[in-house]
Each structure stands twice: as C-alpha cells, then as structure tokens.
Nanobody
C-alpha cells in the first residue's frame, strides 16, 4: 500500500486549504483514514478521522474549521481546512488502517502546511 499526499503549501491566516491523500495498491473499503500533523518541536497529533461506516471524529482545534471526507471509489481522504491560523502550521500526514481485523497501518510521506502572512 502506498499513500500519496497532495495540497500542502503556504496560506494566509484566515484562508483555506485542502489536502488529499490517495491510497494505492491491493486495498479497498479502508477501515480508518485519518490526518495527523506535527509542528516543529511538538509531538504528532491527530487532526481528524473517518471510518468506513461514515463516522468522523475531530480534534478539538479542528472542530468547526476542518472537514474530513473520503472518496471511497478512489480510496482518497480529503481534509478541507478553513479559517486557518499560524498554529495550524505543521507537516500533515495521512494515515490508513485498511482492516478492522488487523492493526496493520500505513503513513503517507507528509505535506507541509504553512500559515503566514
């Protein structure tokens, strides 16, 4: 399984940015698809998760500003970030756990998001 993330870059405070991550390989109906982030000098933290049944979960800082969704046909997870602020500056990583029955999981390579004027 390979994960390819797209969409990072520089965005102004208050702006919006979308990230996407496509999974490829012998994989379908992925159980868990998530976005994590890691800011300089900080631990990696969960941003948002979507399960194959459609439920979603957000970190407190993401609620009301970020939206996670998936395109099941393309095995792609999308993170739409609105009203960003400098604290959102980090490397964003996608994460998938393909099966409910196995703890096997995969990480994408990370994409840099910088919020600055």
């Amino acid at each position: 399984v390979q994960l390819q993330a797209f969409g990072g870059g520089l965005v102004q405070p208050g702006g919006s940015l979308g990230l996407s991550c496509a999974a490829s390989g012998s994989i379908s109906s992925i159980y868990v698809m998530s976005w994590y982030r890691q800011a300089p000098g900080k631990q990696r933290e969960l941003v948002a998760t979507t399960l194959s049944g459609g439920s979603t979960n957000y970190a407190g800082f993401a609620k009301g500003r970020f939206t996670i969704s998936r395109d099941g046909a393309k095995e792609t997870v999308i993170l739409q970030m609105n009203s960003v602020n400098p604290d959102d500056t980090a490397v964003y990583y996608c994460y998938v756990r393909p099966s409910y029955y196995s703890a096997l999981s995969y990480w994408g390579q990370g994409t840099q998001v910088t919020v600055s004027s």
